[in-house]
C-alpha cells in the first residue's frame, strides 16, 4: 500500500496526463475509444481503482482535505470571474429561459423524486447520518446544476459517507451519459424536433455570429504576469472566504442552533458561498478580461485534480449495494425532461436552446461545448458560457435542492 502521498499525488498526475493526451490524440482506436468513454470518467475511474484494489489508502490520504479547501474555492472563483451576465442575456430570451428551466427543474425534480419513490418503496430514498440518500443526491444536484466542484462543495456541506458518494457519482456517469448520447443523437433530427416545436431557428445565427466575434475578441497570449496575476485572484479570494468562514461559522453555532439543520454553522459552506460570491463580485470589474488569458482554464486544471482526488476516495463497487438508485436519478431526470420540453413548446424555441440549456447543467463545461459543437463548431462556445453560468448558481441552488430533499425524506 502506498501511504507517501507526495507519490500518490505524482500517479494521479500522471494518471491526468495520460487520459488527457490519449483523448486528444488522432488515432482511430481512441478516437473511437473516446467517443464511448468521457474522459471525465476516466479521470474518477482509474483513481477509484488504486482505492478499490488496496494499492492506496484513500480514505486517509491528505491529498482531499487540502483539494477541497484550497483548489476547490479557488476554481469556483477563476469559473466564476468568467461569466459575462451582458453576452449571456445577449443570447437571446430562449436561451436564458431554457437555462433557469433546466435549473430550477433540477433543483425541483430531486425533493419530487424522493417524494414520489417514499410514497412507494421508502427504503429507496431513506437512511440515517451519512447513510441518508438526500445527502448523496445533494452532491447530485451540485454537479447537476453546476459542475464538479459544485459537486465537491456540497460534498463538504452535506457529509454523505464515502460510499454513498460513489455510489452516486455511478449514477451521474450513467444517467446522464444515456442523456448525453439521446441529445447528440437529437442533433441529426433536429429539423423536425424543430417543425414539432414550430421553433423560429432563424436565432441561432445570430447567435453563432456573435459568439464568434466575442470569443475573438477576447483571446490573447498569457505571460507570467496574468497567470500570477490569476493565481493571486483565486487564491487571494480563497484566504478571504477562510478568514470570514472563521468568524461567520462560530457566530451561527453560539447564536442560532436552528440554523444548524441548514448546515450554515458549517465553514465549509461559507468558504465555497463566499468564494462563488467574490467571483461572481469580480465578473463585473476589469478582472473579467482575465478569462482572454486562460483564467477557465486554470480552473479546468484544478478541477481535475480534484476529480482525480475524490476518485482516489471511491469504492466502485458501492453501486452494487444499492441499485436503486439509479432509478432514482431516472424519475429525476424524467421530470427534468418534460420540463424542458414543456418550455421548449410555450416559448417555440429551437431545439439547439434545449439541448444546450439542458447538457450546461447536467453536463457541464465538459459535455455542453460537444453538444453545441454537434450543431456547428462556431457554437461551441454557447455550451461553455451557458456551463460557466451554472458554475455560478451550482451551489446555492444545489444547497437550497438539498435542504428540500432532507425536508422531504422518509
Keep these: 500500500m502506498i501511504t507517501n502521498d507526495a507519490v500518490v499525488l505524482g500517479i494521479l498526475l500522471v494518471i491526468l496526463a495520460f487520459v488527457f493526451q490519449t483523448s486528444e490524440n488522432q488515432r482511430p482506436f481512441w478516437q473511437r475509444f473516446y467517443t464511448i468513454v468521457p474522459a471525465t470518467l476516466l479521470c474518477y475511474f482509474l483513481p477509484s481503482l488504486l482505492n478499490t484494489s488496496g494499492l492506496v489508502d484513500g480514505a486517509n490520504s491528505g491529498l482531499y482535505p487540502v483539494v477541497s479547501r484550497y483548489l476547490l474555492p479557488a476554481s469556483l472563483v ?20 431554457l437555462f433557469a428551466a433546466s435549473a430550477i427543474s433540477i ?16 427504503e429507496l430514498v431513506g437512511g440515517q447520518g451519512p447513510e441518508a440518500v438526500w445527502r448523496g443526491m445533494a452532491t447530485l444536484a451540485g454537479t447537476w446544476i453546476g459542475g464538479g466542484a459544485n459537486q465537491t462543495a456540497l460534498k463538504e456541506v452535506f457529509e454523505p459517507s464515502d460510499r454513498l458518494f460513489s455510489a452516486f457519482v ?19 433530427h433536429s429539423k423536425t424536433i424543430d417543425r414539432w416545436l414550430g421553433a423560429d431557428t432563424s436565432a441561432i445565427e445570430d447567435v453563432k455570429a456573435r459568439v464568434i466575434a466575442q470569443t475573438e475578441a477576447a483571446r490573447r497570449i498569457p505571460t507570467v504576469s496574468d497567470f500570477i496575476t490569476l493565481l493571486a485572484i483565486g487564491f487571494g479570494a480563497t484566504a478571504i472566504a477562510h478568514a470570514l468562514a472563521d468568524v461567520l461559522a462560530p457566530y451561527v453555532d453560539a447564536n442560532y442552533p436552528a440554523l444548524k439543520q441548514f448546515s450554515l454553522n458549517a ?6 458561498s463566499l468564494a462563488t460570491a467574490i467571483g461572481i463580485g469580480l465578473s463585473f470589474t476589469r478582472a473579467r478580461r482575465l478569462e482572454g488569458a486562460g483564467a477557465t482554464k486554470i480552473a479546468t486544471v484544478f478541477l481535475y485534480v480534484m476529480i482525480a482526488t475524490i476518485g482516489l476516495k471511491a469504492d466502485i463497487l458501492a453501486i452494487a449495494e444499492q441499485p436503486g438508485l439509479i432509478l432514482v436519478g431516472f424519475i429525476w431526470l424524467l421530470f427534468h425532461i418534460l420540463i424542458m420540453v414543456g418550455v421548449c413548446r410555450l416559448l417555440r424555441a429551437p431545439y439547439f436552446f434545449m439541448a444546450v440549456g439542458s447538457m450546461s447543467c447536467i453536463g457541464g463545461p465538459a ?11 462556431a457554437l461551441a462556445p454557447v455550451g461553455v458560457l451557458m456551463a460557466i453560468m451554472g458554475y455560478a448558481v451550482g451551489t446555492y441552488m444545489g ?3 438539498g435542504i428540500l430533499m432532507k425536508l422531504v425524506s422518509p
Excluded at 455511478?170 to 441529426?188: E, H, K, P, R, S
Excluded at 465553514?267 to 465555497?272: H, K
Excluded at 453545441?372 to 463548431?377: D, G, K, L, Q, R
Design 367 to 377: 459535455t455542453a461545448p460537444i453538444v453545441s459543437a454537434a450543431f456547428h463548431p
Design 170 to 188: 455511478t449514477v451521474d456517469i450513467f444517467v446522464a451519459n444515456l442523456w448525453l448520447g439521446a441529445l447528440i443523437y437529437g442533433v441529426n
Design 107 to 122: 433543483m425541483l425534480g430531486g425533493p419530487l423524486a424522493i417524494w414520489l419513490l417514499a410514497q412507494v418503496a421508502p
Design 267 to 272: 465553514p465549509f459552506f461559507w468558504i465555497v
Design 399 to 401: 444547497y437550497t435542492c
Design 78 to 97: 477563476l469559473f466564476t470571474l468568467s461569466v459575462d451576465f451582458g453576452a449571456f442575456r445577449r443570447l437571446g430570451r430562449a436561451s436564458v429561459l
